[in-house]
């Protein structure tokens, strides 16, 4: 009778405790792929040979994106693994209050882009016409503002005329570079037919009518082109932040469990949840 009840509590810790192992090693192994891009586009532009030229440029630096969220995803993933593996509770908890406060900011924001759409729409509109006076600082930054504008068949915050805020190509009469009064190759519209990008097709662009050029280049923003494709994926969009928070909420309620576990193993006289892990206090239970 009293061996059954101890191989049942076996069986059902050992099941808790590989699944949250195999999870979080998962999700380590994932923050050290970001990282490791992170390292190494720095190291490409030169910045971890010289550490103060993170502050040069003007507009938002992609590898930021990586390095920030594989440090948190390396952090977690590590907690996550060496408490789960050691039966380790102070690990545990740790890695439960940063996943619930990951959880919590993930919903708040959900709650208040709802709410202050307007406002998020100007802080989007001001993010986008920032890096556009930066285009030319970063390669990164340059490549993500091409795609952003090519995939979603737009140009500029809300138009092709935002593109005024950048020195390169400004209307202005003292601007001396060639691509004044122009926008970037990825604003122009695509041909099928040609199998090489002309980088030069939004030359003196802007110095034609509106008519002309609807010919060449996208018109419409790409805050409002955004928005559209936004309400056109609604419910892919959706899917995915709710099965992100469904997974994150079972990782909670998982790692919870083995806390609570872990706890009444480590106090009781006899262990009958994990009598053949590697316990970190295993000293301390046999005193």
């Known amino acids: ?76 993933g590590f907690a996550g693994c060496i408490g789960a593996l050691r039966e380790n509770s102070f690990l ?44 030319r600082d970063d390669i990164d930054l340059q490549n993500l503002i091409d795609f952003t504008q090519e995939y979603w068949e737009c140009c500029g915050a809300f138009g092709a005329d935002d593109w005024n805020l950048n020195i390169y190509f400004n209307c202005t009469d003292s601007n001396p570079s060639r691509e004044k009064c122009g926008v970037p190759f990825s604003c122009c ?12 097709c939004g030359y003196d662009i802007r110095a034609k009518t509106d008519s002309e050029q609807r010919t060449f280049i996208y018109i419409k923003g790409c805050v409002p082109q955004f928005e559209k494709w936004l309400q056109d994926n609604l419910t892919v969009v959706a899917g995915i932040f709710i099965g992100i928070a469904l997974l994150q909420v079972k990782c909670l309620l998982l790692h919870l469990l083995t806390i609570i576990l872990t706890f009444s193993c480590l106090t009781s006289r006899f262990s009958v949840c994990f009598p053949d892990f590697w316990d970190l206090f295993s000293t301390e239970s046999r005193e």
């Open 189 to 200: 519209t695509k041909d099928p037919a040609e199998d090489v990008i002309n980088t030069q």
């Open 1 to 76: 009778m009293m061996s059954g009840k101890h191989f049942k509590a076996h069986e059902v810790s050992c099941c808790i405790k590989y699944f949250i192992f195999g999870f979080n090693i998962i999700f380590w192994l994932l923050g050290v792929a970001f990282l490791g891009i992170g390292l190494w586009a720095w190291s490409e532009k030169g910045v971890l040979s010289n550490i103060s030229s993170i502050t040069d440029l003007g507009g938002f630096d992609p590898v930021w994106l990586f390095l920030v969220v594989g440090g948190v995803m390396f952090i977690l």
């Open 92 to 135: 545990l908890k740790f890695f439960s209050v940063f996943l619930g406060i990951i959880f919590f900011l993930e919903l708040t924001a959900g709650v208040l882009a709802f709410v202050f759409k307007d406002w998020i729409k100007d802080q989007l509109n001001f993010f986008i016409n920032n890096n556009i006076r930066a285009y």
